[in-house]
């Protein structure tokens, strides 16, 4: 009788097989719809509003991190729906800045999702591809006195070594006929040289060459671009780059790629050699840091966490450089006041040559314009996601099941108009010099928050007080395209392009 029970089952399997095998054409896009209906209509958050493809599938957050302008899309969906949008079957974002701080404050139990498990390098995850956050907490303890603000003044010199070899090649420029310089890559050259000497004490070589070399900052972009598409829907990471065939493909080998090869000859020169480092470069305090816990912060860590820096951190600095840049020189009463202010310091002996973090502290309008540049144009263009915990949570008055993902862009939370004013699209740095700017600030997420906030912060901030001032008080500026919006994409920073300029010496005129 069991015999025939499991007959008449295996007959009926093979029929259902033969019948969807014989129909599928039917068959796939039915089950697809089911499956959105169900997704759309099931939910508990089917009450927020939100892009109809967004609540049955997440086609529109793939569609939209394709497209390069999610930061934008972000925008005009809270325009349309409102503070609250549903932008996937499970997940939302949010508007409220408010909302954000409570998201992102340390210990709430709002975790990372696997957005960024997709991010490289997958076998050792380092402190922003870390997901699990009791792994999280430790590497980014033992790293953090490395970052720290202490530690990256000592570091101050490499920047400094950097910034003569900027300066020596826009000399060239302003003396050369036409004056032309693509500010935006020299600036994009100058970030990546500097983590070079920061994290491993040697340039990468863009600035002397002039160029991209191994066309190694077009691989990070593009690299970055695959991980926000891919991360909206990391499973499929596996049919991609987790998929063994990936091994077989010789330019996609990450061994091969310049920042790594540079970091692993790095690593295994010091392991070698195994003598202290004359500089204290991060690398070294990173060796330093395993020689104190081996057991909590692994060698692999040393690798993983030098070379996230240059990933996390190169994009970033060099993307809210160009915002700088391009909004001071697009505005002429503003570049005007800029120059008078970093004049008037340097006349009474407060700039320095080589400008010093202190000195820049006390330039309001310098730091009104940087802190300007990071709002209106933050570095980070994609969301950034946090899980619900599991048992729910309740955010800006409302209650939220565990499990759900809220989103949080920067370009939507830095437009708030009750917080930044009431003409948060304009460039306008007296907002920080009128209005309320401590709480202004409490408000800004441009390197995150919480227990996830920006390691590099400190690191980004010392070299842009240090480069900006120097840049605008002893060169004279001029957009080519003044009227011309500066391109950008975001793959998960903002890559821009197109700020180029007539460069002529000022000072030294
Ligand atoms: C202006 C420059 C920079 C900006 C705007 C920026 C922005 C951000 C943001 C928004 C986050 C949070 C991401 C998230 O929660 O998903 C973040 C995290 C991170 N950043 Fe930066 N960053 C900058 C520079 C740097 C630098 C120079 C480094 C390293 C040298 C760096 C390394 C990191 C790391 C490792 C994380 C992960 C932190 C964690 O999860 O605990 N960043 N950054």
Redesign the pocket.
């Given at each position: 009788m069991a015999v025939l029970h499991a007959e008449e089952r295996e007959s009926t399997v093979l029929a259902l097989l033969k019948a969807i095998g014989a129909y599928w054409v039917f068959v796939v896009p039915l089950v697809l719809l089911v499956r959105f209906a169900y997704y759309r209509y099931v939910s508990p958050l089917r009450k927020y509003p939100g892009p109809l493809l967004a609540s049955g599938s997440r086609a529109w957050k793939v569609w939209s991190t394709w497209a390069g302008h999610t930061e934008m899309d972000h925008i005009r969906i809270h325009e349309r729906y409102g503070p609250i949008v549903r932008i996937a079957p499970d997940e939302v974002s949010l508007a409220s800045p408010t909302a954000a701080r409570e998201v992102?404050a340390a210990g709430k139990g709002f975790h990372?999702t696997d957005f960024?498990w997709v991010f490289p390098p997958p076998e050792n995850p380092?402190?922003?591809t870390?997901i699990r956050e009791d792994v999280?907490a430790i590497k980014?303890r033992h790293a953090s006195h490395p970052?720290s603000m202490a530690t990256m003044h000592t570091m101050a010199l490499f920047i400094e070594d950097t910034q003569r070899l900027l300066m020596s090649k826009l000399d060239r420029m302003c003396k050369a006929q036409d004056q032309y310089c693509n500010l935006g890559n020299y600036l994009h050259y100058f970030a990546f040289d500097v983590?070079g000497e920061?994290?491993f004490s040697r340039k990468f070589g863009f600035l002397e060459a002039g160029f991209d070399v191994e066309g190694a900052i077009k691989t990070i972009d593009d690299v970055q671009w695959y991980d926000g598409i891919v991360g909206q829907i990391p499973e499929w990471d596996y049919v991609f780059r987790r998929n063994p065939l990936w091994k077989f493909v010789p330019w996609l080998r990450a061994g091969n790629f310049l920042i790594t090869r540079m970091a692993v000859e790095e690593m295994d020169k010091r392991k070698r050699f195994g003598k202290p480092q004359e500089r204290k470069d991060?690398l070294s305090q990173l060796f330093d840091a395993h020689a104190k816990a081996p057991d909590a912060f692994k060698e692999g860590d040393i690798f993983a966490?030098a070379h996230?820096?240059?990933m996390?951190?190169?994009d970033?600095?060099a993307?809210?450089m160009q915002s700088f840049s391009y909004h001071v020189l697009r505005d002429p009463a503003i570049y005007a006041n800029l120059k008078r202010e970093l004049d008037e310091a340097t006349a009474s002996g407060k700039l320095s040559e080589m400008p010093q973090w202190s000195e820049a502290q006390s330039l309001p309008y310098f730091q009104a314009c940087l802190k300007e540049a990071?709002r209106l144009r933050?570095?980070?263009g994609l969301n950034?996601?946090r899980l619900v915990p599991s048992a729910g949570a309740e955010i800006g008055g409302q209650f939220f099941p565990g499990g759900t993902r809220i989103a949080l862009n920067?370009w939507v939370l830095h437009r708030d108009k009750e917080i930044f004013g009431h003409d948060p699209e304009t460039f306008r740095p007296e907002r920080w010099l009128e209005g309320d700017a401590k709480m202004m600030e409490r408000f800004m997420?441009?390197?995150?928050?919480g227990?996830?906030?920006?390691?590099?912060?400190n690191?980004?901030?010392l070299?842009?007080n240090k480069t900006l001032p120097l840049l605008f008080r002893d060169y004279e500026m001029q957009l080519l395209r003044p009227d011309e919006e500066l391109q950008y994409h975001s793959t998960f920073f903002v890559v821009q392009s197109g700020l180029e300029v007539r460069i002529s010496q000022r000072r030294k005129a």
């Amino acid at each position: 009788m069991a015999v025939l029970h499991a007959e008449e089952r295996e007959s009926t399997v093979l029929a259902l097989l033969k019948a969807i095998g014989a129909y599928w054409v039917f068959v796939v896009p039915l089950v697809l719809l089911v499956r959105f209906a169900y997704y759309r209509y099931v939910s508990p958050l089917r009450k927020y509003p939100g892009p109809l493809l967004a609540s049955g599938s997440r086609a529109w957050k793939v569609w939209s991190t394709w497209a390069g302008h999610t930061e934008m899309d972000h925008i005009r969906i809270h325009e349309r729906y409102g503070p609250i949008v549903r932008i996937a079957p499970d997940e939302v974002s949010l508007a409220s800045p408010t909302a954000a701080r409570e998201v992102l404050a340390a210990g709430k139990g709002f975790h990372k999702t696997d957005f960024y498990w997709v991010f490289p390098p997958p076998e050792n995850p380092d402190i922003f591809t870390e997901i699990r956050e009791d792994v999280h907490a430790i590497k980014k303890r033992h790293a953090s006195h490395p970052y720290s603000m202490a530690t990256m003044h000592t570091m101050a010199l490499f920047i400094e070594d950097t910034q003569r070899l900027l300066m020596s090649k826009l000399d060239r420029m302003c003396k050369a006929q036409d004056q032309y310089c693509n500010l935006g890559n020299y600036l994009h050259y100058f970030a990546f040289d500097v983590l070079g000497e920061v994290a491993f004490s040697r340039k990468f070589g863009f600035l002397e060459a002039g160029f991209d070399v191994e066309g190694a900052i077009k691989t990070i972009d593009d690299v970055q671009w695959y991980d926000g598409i891919v991360g909206q829907i990391p499973e499929w990471d596996y049919v991609f780059r987790r998929n063994p065939l990936w091994k077989f493909v010789p330019w996609l080998r990450a061994g091969n790629f310049l920042i790594t090869r540079m970091a692993v000859e790095e690593m295994d020169k010091r392991k070698r050699f195994g003598k202290p480092q004359e500089r204290k470069d991060l690398l070294s305090q990173l060796f330093d840091a395993h020689a104190k816990a081996p057991d909590a912060f692994k060698e692999g860590d040393i690798f993983a966490v030098a070379h996230g820096a240059i990933m996390a951190g190169s994009d970033s600095t060099a993307s809210t450089m160009q915002s700088f840049s391009y909004h001071v020189l697009r505005d002429p009463a503003i570049y005007a006041n800029l120059k008078r202010e970093l004049d008037e310091a340097t006349a009474s002996g407060k700039l320095s040559e080589m400008p010093q973090w202190s000195e820049a502290q006390s330039l309001p309008y310098f730091q009104a314009c940087l802190k300007e540049a990071m709002r209106l144009r933050p570095a980070v263009g994609l969301n950034i996601c946090r899980l619900v915990p599991s048992a729910g949570a309740e955010i800006g008055g409302q209650f939220f099941p565990g499990g759900t993902r809220i989103a949080l862009n920067g370009w939507v939370l830095h437009r708030d108009k009750e917080i930044f004013g009431h003409d948060p699209e304009t460039f306008r740095p007296e907002r920080w010099l009128e209005g309320d700017a401590k709480m202004m600030e409490r408000f800004m997420f441009q390197f995150g928050g919480g227990a996830h906030l920006c390691i590099g912060k400190n690191l980004a901030l010392l070299e842009m007080n240090k480069t900006l001032p120097l840049l605008f008080r002893d060169y004279e500026m001029q957009l080519l395209r003044p009227d011309e919006e500066l391109q950008y994409h975001s793959t998960f920073f903002v890559v821009q392009s197109g700020l180029e300029v007539r460069i002529s010496q000022r000072r030294k005129a």
